[in-house]
């Protein structure tokens, strides 16, 4: 099993930072993959981050350049630089053995734990 809390939400106005830090417990191999997802009301849950147990990275194309992904053995964390309004939404931390594995995309069906999320506004 694997735990997972988020911390670091909040409102900035646009153009802002925000670091997003996720707390995580478990076994560690459940948590080679762990990466950020992201949730707007009325549209579906992204992939927006992930990072491998070996340091490497993937990002989504709308925050490649703005977020940059760490993780180390306590959890992981999201740097949000030059937040823009569309980037407001409910942020999630997840993990999974082998969910990062043979795909290129970042899919929350992939996923099997879950924090319960932390909310990002982003003022204009």
């Known amino acids: 099993q694997v735990q997972l809390v988020e911390s670091g939400g909040g409102s900035v106005q646009a153009g802002g930072s925000l670091r997003l830090s996720c707390a995580a417990s478990g076994v560690i191999y459940n948590r080679r993959c762990m990466a950020w997802f992201r949730q707007a009301p009325g549209k579906e849950r992204e992939g927006v981050a992930v990072v491998r147990m070996d340091g490497s990275t993937r990002y989504a194309d709308s925050v490649q350049g703005r977020f940059t992904i760490s993780r180390d053995n306590a959890g992981v964390t999201l740097q949000m630089n030059g937040l823009k309004p569309e980037d407001t939404a409910l942020y999630y931390c997840?993990?999974?053995?082998?969910?990062?594995?043979?795909?290129?995309?970042?899919?929350?069906?992939?996923?099997?734990?879950w924090g319960q999320g932390t909310q990002v506004t982003v003022s204009s």
């Open positions: 997840a993990a999974d053995p082998s969910g990062c594995f043979g795909v290129s995309r970042i899919v929350p069906k992939n996923y099997n734990y």
